[in-house]
């Protein structure tokens, strides 16, 4: 026994100190210039062929030419990144500055769309259908923010700077239509919560909020009338007595409210940043902007040289944006099999969260929205039957092509659209996102005062075109030669047959 345990241990004693390069690798492994085994993987040629040209290292040290190439790639990667994640907040700051060009520039001034949303105002995809009571406020100078709504209003949400959602107000809100009193608090308020309220906080302090009205028999005039005089938003340090409220037309008058798409959108960007609290977004975020001279505190004065570089990033990222949202990537956006009908609030998150979180922040789907449309709230992704609105839009026609605005097209609404209240359709310009400009006013028909005929069997055939095809002038919306467009679906008070797809409209085809 002694005898085995003496060859054992000597054996124990060779292995321990036996070369491991005989034993365990190829020697021939080990590079030029290292004494152990190296994997390739972690290895840098001499020369790398990429899609941005031949990188050239020494040992792995970058040349001069190939650090400058990779460094200048990577603001304008960053540049890129800014601008889509970036759409959110730009599209806030151009709202309330289109809304400042037309003298609404305090809490108590309103836009009322007393005779309808038309074609005139740059707005992002806003419908014809429904009576908008909008405006903006800055927390920052009023402190705490009371909004009274009255009974009767539809669908009302409040949003911050950065597009994300405060409050619901009207039907979907805590009032549930039956009106109340909404008290806004800025960030960081560290006050008492007064009684009496809806209480909401705002991690900015510019804020924008808009009410929907429906039309009383095809017509605006009530919804106008109680948003005119039965809407008043005061500071609550005014409530014994607040300010009149001062109230703007939004119909028949053009403004601008759309971000840029070109180096003036990173001074949009630097506009909000300088304004809002350091915390208003994460440091992740925070970092992003910073990367590329963004930051607050600090003034945005690129160098020449990164200056070229950003508006080559932005028009690359408008690029990316516009592919997004004209030939959507994500196949869960697309409502039904073979068909081109997509939503436009892709992931049913109002946070943007994928998979319920499991994929982090969507970050292209929350592009793709805020670079088409306004607004963020949960009543817009829930299942509510019956209440709210539901959306779709197509872009391309059955063929998979883009819309000519020479050529004539065709869209069958089959019967008994599941729409408690109504449905509408409205065209809109893909340069802009808003109405397409035509010799009418308003490019859109819906089920209220659209006078559109039907066919035998209940269905309903809409006209897209430069000229309306003979006997279906009621049917038809008028589009622009040498122009695309493109239809969004909307549905008030969506029923069953739309959350199951019993029910589903046509493709648009081209007729000639």
């Known amino acids: 026994m002694k ?12 292995f321990l100190t036996a070369p491991f390069t005989s034993s365990i690798v190829n020697a021939e492994e080990i590079p030029s210039g290292y004494n152990t085994p190296i994997p390739s993987s972690i290895m840098t040629p001499d020369k790398v062929e990429t899609r941005i040209g031949t990188l050239e290292f020494f040992d792995g040290v970058p040349s001069e030419e190939t650090a400058k190439l990779t460094l200048d790639n990577l603001a304008f990667l960053r540049g890129v990144e800014v601008f889509l994640n970036g759409v959110p907040m730009a599209s ?11 003298g609404v520039t305090e809490a108590n001034h309103m836009i009322v769309t007393d005779k309808l949303m038309d074609s005139n105002p740059l707005f992002l995809t806003a419908n014809t259908d429904t009576v908008y009571a909008f405006s903006f406020f800055d927390l920052e100078k009023t402190g705490p923010l009371v909004i009274e709504v009255p009974p009767g209003t539809g669908p009302g949400t409040v949003n911050d700077a950065f597009f994300r959602f405060v409050v619901d107000m009207g039907m979907p809100g805590p009032d549930r239509g039956k009106g ?39 017509k605006p005039d009530a919804a106008a ?18 300010p009149k409220m001062v109230i703007t037309s939004g119909s028949g008058i053009s403004y601008n409210t759309i971000h840029a ?54 028009k690359v990222a408008n690029a990316t944006a516009r ?37 982090g922040r969507y970050l292209d789907a929350r592009t793709l929205f805020f670079y088409g449309a306004t607004v963020n709230t949960p009543a817009m992704v829930l299942k509510m039957v019956g209440l709210g609105s539901q959306y779709a839009m197509i872009t391309q026609d059955s063929d998979g092509n883009t819309f000519d605005g020479s050529k004539t097209y065709k869209l069958n609404i089959p019967a008994n659209v599941p729409a408690k209240d109504f449905w509408s359709i409205v065209v809109y310009d893909p340069q802009t996102r808003s109405e397409l400009q035509t010799s009418s006013p308003f490019p859109s028909k819906n089920s209220v005062n659209g006078n559109m005929a039907a066919n035998a069997d209940g269905s309903i055939d809409l006209y897209f075109g430069p000229e309306a095809p003979k006997g279906k002038e009621n049917n038809w919306i008028e589009t622009v030669p040498g122009k695309s467009w493109f239809p969004i679906l909307r549905l008030y008070g969506p029923l069953e047959p739309w959350f199951d797809k019993s029910w589903r409209p046509g493709e648009v085809e081209l007729v000639k």
């Open 3 to 14: 005898d085995l345990k003496r060859v054992g241990k000597g054996i124990l004693i060779a």
């Open 92 to 102: 806030i700051h151009a709202l309330v500055e289109g809304y400042k060009s037309i």
């Open 180 to 218: 109340g009193k909404y008290l806004i608090l800025p960030p960081g308020y560290e006050g008492k919560e007064p009684k009496g309220y809806f209480i909401a906080r705002s991690p900015s302090y510019i804020n924008l909020f808009v009410l929907r009205g429906f039309l009383v028999d095809g």
């Open 225 to 242: 009338k109680m948003f005119s005089e039965q809407v008043h938003v005061y500071p609550l340090s005014e409530k014994a007595n607040p």
């Open 261 to 314: 798409n070109d180096f003036s959108f990173y001074k949009e960007i630097d506009d909000v940043l300088q304004k809002e609290p350091l915390n208003f977004i994460d440091p992740e975020l925070r970092g992003l902007f910073a990367s590329i001279g963004l930051q607050k505190g600090k003034e945005f004065k690129p160098s020449p040289e990164l200056k070229k570089i950003l508006t080559d990033s932005v």
């Open 323 to 359: 592919s997004l949202i004209f030939r959507t990537p994500q196949k869960e956006a697309y409502l039904y099999e073979n068909s081109f009908w997509k939503v436009g609030f892709i992931g049913g998150n109002h946070e943007w969260l994928k998979d319920n979180g499991a994929g």
